[in-house]
C-alpha cells in the first residue's frame, strides 16, 4: 500500500516554527520553513539535521513551499537555503515574495545589529534566497516536476496566505498553512473546493475558542477611539507593522470618512510605508469592499492617515497614533506611551497578545505605577484597553474548512497539544475521519488507497456502457474487455483487439452437457414442452425454434434426441459458449431439474 | 411532393401581390416588390451550392420577420432541405430556425409536429437532437390547450433520455418540465397512451452522473411545481441529498427543491437519521437549508439566505437557533457581547468601564456537550450576517426582517445582529438593516445601549443613510426618557454637524414627541431651559436647534394637557409663530386661555371630506347637464365650477388629483367652445384675422392641457385617456378648419388632411373598446362618415368638420377611482440666498438640486431639470437614474448636481430651475417605436408619428449667479 508520511520538525504541538515534511508518492516536500520567536540558540530554527545528517538538502527536498510571509513561517528560509544549503525550488504567493523579504531584512537587522549576533544570515543571503522563489497565482496549478504538483487557495489571514494542494497522481495532502474563517476589513475568507485530499494539515491555535461576532469588536474599538477624540484626548495603538495594523488602519479611515472626522491619524513610518505600499499593489487578495472601490480609489491610499514624525507626540489637540512594537516593549510605541500617559484624557487601546514582562502585559493587568529605567516610576492615568483582532480561524472555523474540503485524514499542528486533544476528539467524532497530532520529530503513517488509472478505448466504453433503464453512476458495472500492461501503462481494450495486438489466435470455448430426461412423447413434442417451460421461466430471453429441429436460447443450442436404447428416455444436448456461461449453466441445472409434470 | 410545394409556394407570391394592390395607402407600397419569404428562401437555398453558403442564406433569413400565413410553406421548404443536407451545423441552424418560426404570432404550429418528431428519429448528431427538441419545446409551450400533443411530446422525450450526451438529456427532462402533464387524463382517448409519471422519470436523474443533467432535472421538478403539479413527498430524501452535490449549481436547485417541499408539506414528519426522534419536516428543511447559508459557494449561499426568510411555519425553537453561537474561550464558556451590554444594562450600570478580561470565560464546559458542526440551525444567521460578500449579507438581512416581522420573540432576538450591520463596510447592506429595522420597529423597543449604537450613525456622512435613520427614530419605541434625551442630543448634533438636515430632522422629533408624551413631560424645563425662581433669556426663534426642540415639546404637549403649564411667556409666543410658519410640524394645541379657532378632530375631518367629495360631485353634474355648446350661461357656468374645482383641490389635499383633473378638462371644453363661437365663423376669413389667431391659439393652448391630462395624472383608466385624446382629436379637427379658412389653395391642406385622418383611425385603433361610450360625440359622426371622408377632396372635408364639431356634444368625465397629480417640489436651492454663485466663466459650476417628487411615474426617465438663463435661453438636464431614490410609495426625491456654465456677465443675475415632466406621446400608441429623447426645449415638436414635449413639473427657482471673466 503507498504511504504518505509527515513529519512536523517544528509546530507539532506547538505555536512557532513551522516546518512539516511531507513525503508523498515518493516525493518530499517541505511545507513552510518558520522561525521560533521565543528562543535565541539553535531552537530558533528547525532541526534540518533530521534530514540529512549533513550536507545539502537539495537532493532530499523536491521542493519548498512557504505559506504566508510571517516569520514563524517563513523565518529560517534564508538560513536553510544559504547556509544549510539547498537550491531546489520554492513557492510562495505573490504578495508573500513581495513582503517575506522586508520582514527578513528587519528581522536580521534587529539580531545582528541590534543584538550583536554573528553567524547569522546577511542580506545577500537573503537577496539569494529569494533568487531561488517562484511565485505562484491563487488556484494556478504549478507542475514542480513531472508528478508533482501544487495549487494555492485563499486563506485570509495576511495579506498574500494561502493554503496549498499538493498532489502526486491521485494522492493529495492540502496544508493550510494560518488562515481566516471570517472575512474582515481588508481580507475575505478562506476557500477551498471539495478536493477530497487524503490529508488536511491543518493549524489549529484556536482549537477550543468559540469566538463571538466580529462586529461588536469592531463596534467597541470605534466608539472608544471615537469618545475619546472627540473629548479632544489622543489614542495610542501600539501594533505590529503588518496585518493587523493594516486591518485596523482600514477600519479607521473608513469610519473617519463615514463620520466626517477631522483628527489627524499617524502612522508610524519606516517598515509599514514599505508595506502599505505592497497592499496598494495586491488588490486582488483583499475583500470584496476593497477590490470593487478600488478603480475610484484604493482604500489603502489613505486620505486621513499620515505618516508620523516624533515631534507630533507633543501637539496640543486630539489625534491617534499607530506605533511599533506591538507589546509597549520598547521603540516608539512606548515613548508616545511615556508621553501620553500622564493624561486621563488619553486612551491606549492593546490589538493584540502581550508576553508576560511586558509593560503592555502589566498595563493590561490593571498596574498603574510602572517602574521605568532609571529609578523612575511612571504613573498611568490614561485609560487602557484591550481588543483582540485575531485572524486565526476558531474551533468552528477549522471544522467548517474541513468540511469544505472533505479530507480522509486530517493532522492538526500549529496548536498546544491540551487544545488540540479536545478538536482532534471533534473531528472524529462529527466526520468520522482518522485525526492526528503528532509532536515535533514524530512520524505520521497514513497508508492511501490511491486510484490506479487505466486507459480505455472509447468504443469499448461506449459498447460496455450503454445505459440501462436507469443510470445510476454509484453502482459499479462490471465490463468484459482484456487488460493490457505493457510499456509501465495500463489499458482496457476489447478482447479481439487485445488478440490483434498480441498476435494470437482467438479461441473459442464451448460448453456441452448432456441432459437425460424421462418424456415418453415424440422428440417434437418433447422440443415444445421444453420450448414452452423456457418461455415461462424465461420470460425476458428470446427463444426461438430453428427450422433444423433445434431450440436456441440467446445463443445457447438444446437439440433433444431419442436414447437408442430407451425410446421414452430422451437425451438433451446442451451447448453454450463461455460467454454464456451464466445463462447456460443456468439452463443446464433447470433442465436437470426436469420438466414439469403437466 | 416538392413540385406542389413550389407551387403552393408560387400561389402564395402571386396571391400577396394582388391582395397588396387593392390598398392605396402610399406607405405600403413599398412591399409591392417585395417576394413571400418560403419563395426567396427556396430560391436562396437552391442557389447555395456548400453548407457554408447555405448556412449563410439561414442566417441571413432569420433576421427577417415571417408573415404568419407563409410560415407553413417555409417550415416545408426547411424540412425538405433538412433532410439532403449532411452538414449538422446546417441543420443545426435549421432546427432553431423551426423554433424561431413556430412562435410566429397567428400560426398555430399543431400541423409541423409529427414533421418535427419524425425528424428526430433519424438524426445522429447530438447537438441538433438538443436543438430539435428544444424546437418541440417552444412547440408544445405554443400549444397549451392540446393534450395529445403533450403526452406525444413527453414519450419522446422519454425515448432520448437514455441519450449519451448530456445536452440531449438535459433538453428532455426540460420539455418534461414545461410538458409533464400536470392534470390526471380523464378524457377517453388519453387511456390508450401510455401514462408515464414524469415525476418519478425526472427524479431519476437526480443521480445522473452529470452535474449539468442533474440541474436540469431538479429545475425541470421545480417547473412542475410552478406549473401547480403537486410534487410527492418521497422526493425530499433525495432532494436533501443533493444538498452535498460537489457541484454548485446543482446545490444552488436543490436548495429551492428542498424550499417547495418544506412549504408542500410543513407538517409531514420526518426521522432525524442517526437516532429515533422525529421532526417536523418544515423544521427539518429549515435545519439543512441553514446549513446551506456556510456552503462553499456564495451563490448558494445567497439563495440559502433568501430563501430562509420565507419560511414561516418554522417553530420558533428552530428559528431562535439562528441567532444562537455558543460561544467558548479555551473551552470555557463566554458570553457574547450582546449579552454582556445587556446584563450591564439591566444592573442597572450602563458605562464602558471596560477591562481586560471583563469578557474572561467563566465556566467550564463539558467537553462532549459541545458541537461544533451543528446539524440544526444554530447560528446560521450570526454567519450569513457576517459573510464576505455582501450579496450575502443584503440577502440575510432581508430574511431576518421577514421572519421578525411574523415572530415578535424572534424580532426581539434579532434586533442586536440588526443593529450591529449599521456598521458594515458596505453603505448599501448599512441602509438595508436601517429600512429593515424600521419595518420591524412597530413590534420592538429599542434598549438605551442599542439606541446608542442607532444614534452613532447619525454622524454618518451619507445624506441616504442619515435620512433612512431619520425615518427609523420616527417609529422606534423607546423605553426611557434619557432615551429621549439621548436621541434629542444626538439628533441635535446631526444637525449642528449638516444643517442641511434640518426639515428631516425636525419631522422625525415631530414624531418622536408624539409617541412619547409621557417620556417628554419630565425633561420639558430642562429643555425649554426654564427655571422656577428666575426668568431666562428669551432664545433665538431663527436657532433651528430650538426649533428643533418646540417641535419636540409642542407634538408631545399635543396629547399631554398638563405639559403646557410649564412653558413660559415666550414659548407661547413662539408657538403661534411656529403654527403659522411650520403648520405641518406643529400640532394645534389646547392651551389655556387660547380660543381654539379650529377644532379639527378625526370625525370633522372625515366629514369634511366626505362633504368636498360629494361637492365635486354636484359641481361636475352640474356642468353636464349642459347639452349645448351655445347657451350664454354655459360658458359662466363652466367659468365658475373651474373656479370652484381649482380652490377645492386646494382646501382638499386628498381631493387635488381628482378636482385638478375635471377642471383642466373642463377648461378644455370652455377652451374649445370658445373657439367656436358662432360670430368668428359667420365672417369671411380675411377680414377677421385677429380672431383668427385667437383661435389658433386656444388650439395650442387645448393640446397642450390635453398633453397635462394625459402624462401628469396616474391612475387613469383607459376611458379617461380615451376621452382625453377625443379632445385632442376636436381640437386638431378645429386646427384644420382653422388652416382651412386661412390659406390659399388645396395643395397645403391635402397633406394636414391626410395627417388628421391617420389620427381618426389611430384613435379608433387604440380605443376600440372604449368606442361605446362615445355615443353622440364627434368621433363617432366622424367614424360614420369615414368612408366619405376618405375619398372626398380637402375642401369638403373640412366642411364636414366644420360641421360635426359644432354638433357635437359634451362628453362626460366620468372620474377613475384613484387619481392623482404629478408634483414636484423643489426643496434646494431655495432660492432665498442673495449671495450670488460666483464662478469663473467657461468652468462649470455644479448647483445642488433636492426635490421630492409626488406621484411621478417612472421619474428616471420623463423628469428633467431645466435651467433658463436671463437671455431666455433655456437648457435642459437629464439627471443620473441613481439620482433618484423612492422613499415611499407613489414618492421619489430627486437629488442631483446640475452644472452650469456661461460667458462672463457683468452683473448677477438670476436664473431660473424649474423641473419637468418629459412625455412622448408614442407610449400609448400600439408599435410605434419609442424614439430616443431628444434635448429639446420646444414645448411641443411634431415628429412623424409621436409627439414628445414637457410639462413643467414645479415651480421655478430662482438661483443668483454670476460668472466672472476669466482672469488672465
Redesign the interface.
Known sequence: MPEIKVTPLGAGQDVGRSCILVSIGGKNVMLDCGMHMGFNDDRRFPDFSYITQNGRLTEFLDCVIVSHFHLDHCGALPYMSEMVGYDGPIYMTHPTKAICPILLEDFRKITVDKKGETNFFTSQMIKDCMKKVTAVNLHQTVQVDDELEIKAYYAGHVLGAAMFQIKVGAESVVYTGDYNMTPDRHLGAAWIDKCRPDIVISESTYATTIRDSKRCRERDFLKKVHETVERGGKVLIPVFALGRAQELCILLETFWERMNLKAPIYFSTGLTEKANHYYKLFITWTNQKIRKTFVQRNMFEFKHIKPFDRSYTDNPGPMVVFATPGMLHAGQSLQIFKKWAGNDKNMVILPGYCVQGTVGYKILNGQRKLEMEGRNTLEVKMQVEYMSFSAHADAKGIMQLIRMAEPRNVLLVHGEAKKMEFLKQKIEQEFSVNCYMPANGETTTITTNPNIPVDISLSLLKRESVPGALPDPKKPRIMHGTLIMKDNSLRLVSSEQALKELGLVEHHLRFTCRVHIQDPHSEQDTLNKIYSHLKTVLKDSSIQHLPDGTLMVESILIKVSTASEDPSTKILLVSWTYQDEELGSYLSTLLRKGLPSS | MAAHLKKRVYEEFSKVVQQQQLEDFPAKRLRLTKPSKSAALHIDLCKATNSTDALQYLVQFARKPVEAESVEGVVRILLEFYYKETDSSVRLKIASLLGVLSKTHGFSPDCIVDDVINTLNNEKSHQVLAQLLDTLLVIGVQLPESQTIRVRLVEVACRHL?D?SFGVRNKCLQLMGFLGTVEKQSSKEMECLPVQDVQKIIG??F???DPRVRTAAIKAMLQLHERGMKLQQNIYSQACKLLTD?YEQVRSAAVQLVWVLSQLYPESIVPIPSSNEEIRLVDDAFGKICHMV?D?SWVVRVQAAKLLGSMQQVSVHFLEQTLD???????RR?R???ERAKELYSSGEFS?G????DDAPKEKID?GA?N??DSGACGAF?HG??????EVRIAAVEAVCTLAQASASFAEKCLD?LV??F????EEVRLQSIHVLRQISKQITLREDQLD?VL?VL????RDIREALHELLCYTNVSTKECIQLALVELLKNLS?YPTDRNSVWKCLKFLGSRHPTLVLPLVPELLSTHPFFDTPEPDMDDPAYIAVLVLVFNAAKSCPTMSALFSDHTFRHYAYLRDSLSHLVPPLRLPGRKLTCVSDLESVASSEESSQQFLQQSLERVYIIQHLEAQGTLELLDFTIRDLKRLGELQPELAGASDFSATYLHCQLLLMKGLQEKLWNISAPLYVKQNAMASAVVQQILEETYKLEFLYSGLENRQVAIIHHVRLQAKALQLVLSARTSRGVEPLLNICEKFLQDVDAFQRCFSTELPHFQESFVEKLLELMPRLVTCNPMDLVKILQTTLRQSGFLHLKLPEQIHKATATIIEPTGESDNPLRFTSGLVVALDIDATLDHVQDPQSSVKVQVVYPDGHAHTIRPKPTDFRNPGPGRHRLITQVYLSHSAWTEPCQIDVQLHLAYNSSKCQINSPKSAWNDSTEVLQATENCIEGSIPLSKPVKVYIMPKPARR
Open positions: 437514455t449519451t431519476d436523474h443521480s445522473d452522473q460537489d456556510n462553499g453561537k455558543k460561544l467558548m474561550s479555551d473551552l463566554k457574547t457581547a450582546h464602558s471596560r477591562k481586560w478580561a467537553t459541545v461544533l458542526i450570526v450576517l457576517e459573510d464576505e460578500m455582501f445582529f450591529d450591520m456598521n458594515d463596510e458596505i449604537t452613532a454622524e454618518d456622512s451619507s454637524k
